[in-house]
């Protein structure tokens, strides 16, 4: 416990430095403590400004320290790490990486949007990624928070609410759009002009792309990247190598523990999301 006090003594009086990831490790085991944190350390861009033996210990160091990321493990005597961050609000929560030497806990984990659940014992590489997720939601937070300045700043002029001017924006009625309204698929010596908006998802067939949209599907010849193009990136999304979706008809996420997601759609459609397209969650939370 005297290097829990000392670290946690210490990081009262840090100041953040810019770039610099505030994070605080959570095992009630000494040993894996000390482990992750000498590993933590020696990264110039990461800095441990507390350790936690227990969920309630961290449960108090979290909001009063503000860490920008906790390393949490799951399996703790009296409150677990799971109930734990449940226990935070949300808006004082930082970024969460479980780390654990089970796997059984990973779809929950990720129901309470954990940025990510690393297996110990903990690789360089894996913590390096995780590491790097962190930084990407802490990223995309930012640009969040200041896109809901700017509404509020652009309210004052307009005298209209923030959250109709996000309407507006949304559905493309404030400012000029590049992406057409309608898409023109050619077949069979006819042309449908199917309206971008109605469209579900698309997925690759060879050389054609499957256009869903309404309970039909249209099939065009074209890439899916000059398809992707003609799409409005704010309302579509890759999320595999051959499927786009449609983010306004995403109804759940499902987290797997293999790394993937599957997206079910309003009309109970289910796509899946490859790994390697995983930072696109963000875009629908």
């Not at 992707?228 to 990136?233: A, G, I, K, S």
Request: aromatic content about 4%; glycine content about 4%.
């Amino acid at each position: 416990m005297n290097g829990t006090a000392d670290t946690s003594s210490k990081a009262a009086d840090t100041v953040k430095r810019a770039g610099v990831l505030r994070a605080i490790v959570v095992d009630d085991e000494p040993l894996a403590r000390r482990g992750l944190r000498l590993r933590l350390e020696q990264l110039s861009d990461v800095e441990v400004i507390a350790e936690c033996s227990n969920g309630r210990e961290a449960r108090e160091k979290i909001l009063e320290l503000r860490p920008d990321v906790a390393f949490v493990d799951i399996q703790m005597p009296v409150v677990n790490g799971l109930e734990m961050v449940q226990q935070i609000p949300v808006e004082k929560l930082p970024q969460v990486v479980f780390v654990t030497a089970y796997d059984q806990y990973a779809v929950e984990a990720f129901e309470i949007n954990a940025v990510d659940y690393v297996l110990k014992p903990i690789e360089d590489q894996r913590l390096t990624l995780a590491l790097q997720r962190v930084r990407e939601k802490l990223a995309s937070a930012d640009i969040a928070s200041q896109r809901e300045q700017l509404l509020e700043a652009v309210a004052d002029l307009t005298q209209e609410s923030p959250e109709e001017l996000a309407k507006k924006l949304a559905a493309g009625e404030l400012g000029g759009s590049s992406y057409p309204d309608k898409i023109a698929i050619k077949d069979s010596g006819k042309i449908t002009l199917v309206p971008a908006r109605e469209i579900d998802w698309i997925d690759a067939a060879g050389d054609y792309m499957c256009v869903h949209a309404n309970g039909e599907t249209h099939v065009m010849r074209i890439t899916m990247k000059e398809l992707e193009q003609q799409l409005d990136p704010k309302l579509f999304q890759r999320i595999h190598r051959s499927t786009i979706v449609n983010l306004s008809r995403v109804r759940e996420i499902c987290a797997h523990i293999n790394g993937e997601y599957h997206l079910v759609l309003n009309n109970g459609e289910r796509l899946k999301m490859s790994r390697s397209y995983k930072n696109k969650v963000q875009h629908f939370l």
